[in-house]
């Protein structure tokens, strides 16, 4: 078991929840510059790693189970860090566990669907860890934002009236409580990042030639609607933070402590669901008797030769023999 306190856990994670039914005004209402204690950079690695081991631990154990899945759906505005976050938060658990799903522009095929099939095809399956970076949720923000894109979705006549955002907050809010029913716990994790510190993070990206990459024109164009994207997302953390699916809010001007705490809600997630290692029954208890017996008989070595002999307990050599 990790040696990170679960308490302090759960201290961290209580300030980031948008509560179900409260009006969300950003940024009045959540600080992107929050530290929540932590000063030091230094005691952010530490307890970053303490929250990864945490994290590994907890991953194994819901593999085992097999009866729950993880969804983490992480929103923000361009260069609040949901890249890193993933790279960082997720480094130290098992990548045949976890998958990432990145949701760009949607593509001619995922046009002729419903808003919701491109993501449900990449929902975890049971024991599993899904990302989504960006996600469904781009459908109430991006849409929102760019009437063109709404025009490209193909509706019927008469579904893109006054109320099609309260519709689509309903529908998204009534699929989640679907997946929640079935064994999908989801984590919404939204990075909050200043306008002043985003347009840093761009210089940095046109100043450093290794940074390059990460930027294009179209950031800066995207910017000039910041103030509609944070209406968008205050409306969005307003009608769809729910009981079963809360939305929290990280504060993302300091990377350091945005990591911390998307470990600290995940972690929490886990400790929640408290997956278990399956205990075999009486039946299949004999039969794991029974191979051990099997496997023994077939020593034709000395104990001196034998290692599981010589080392009864210890881990055997997991290299492929030759």
Partial sequence: MSNLDVRWVAGLVGPLRVRPGSEVRLPRDFDPGAR????????????????????????????????????VVLQGMDAAGKDSTIRHVMSGVNPQGVYVSSFKVPSAEELGHDYLWRVARRLPAR??????????????????????????????????????????????????????????????????????????????????????????????????????????????????????APWHVLPADHKWVTRICAAAVIAQTLIDIDPRYPVPDAPSRQELLQARAELDAEARLSAHDDPVAANPGAEPDSRPSS
């Fill in 127 to 244: 024991g599993e860890i899904g990302i989504f970076n960006r996600s469904h949720y781009e459908e109430v923000l991006a849409v929102r934002v760019h009437a063109d894109d709404l025009d490209r979705e193909k509706l019927p006549p008469g579904s893109k009236g006054h109320d099609i955002w309260k519709r689509r907050f309903r529908e998204i809010n009534d699929w989640e409580h679907y997946l929640t029913d079935n064994g999908i716990r989801l984590v919404k994790l939204f990075l909050n990042v200043s306008k002043d510190e985003q347009r840093a993070r761009f210089l940095q990206r046109i100043d450093q030639p290794a940074k390059n990459w990460k930027f294009s024109p179209a950031d800066v164009r995207e910017r000039r609607h910041w103030d509609e994207y944070q209406h968008a997302y205050s409306q969005l953390l307003s009608h769809t933070s729910t009981e079963r």
């Fill in 36 to 71: 929540f204690g932590v000063r030091k950079k230094n005691d952010s690695v530490r307890l970053l790693t303490q929250g990864v081991e945490l994290l590994a631990e907890y991953q194994d154990r819901l593999a085992a189970q097999d009866t729950y899945a993880v969804l």
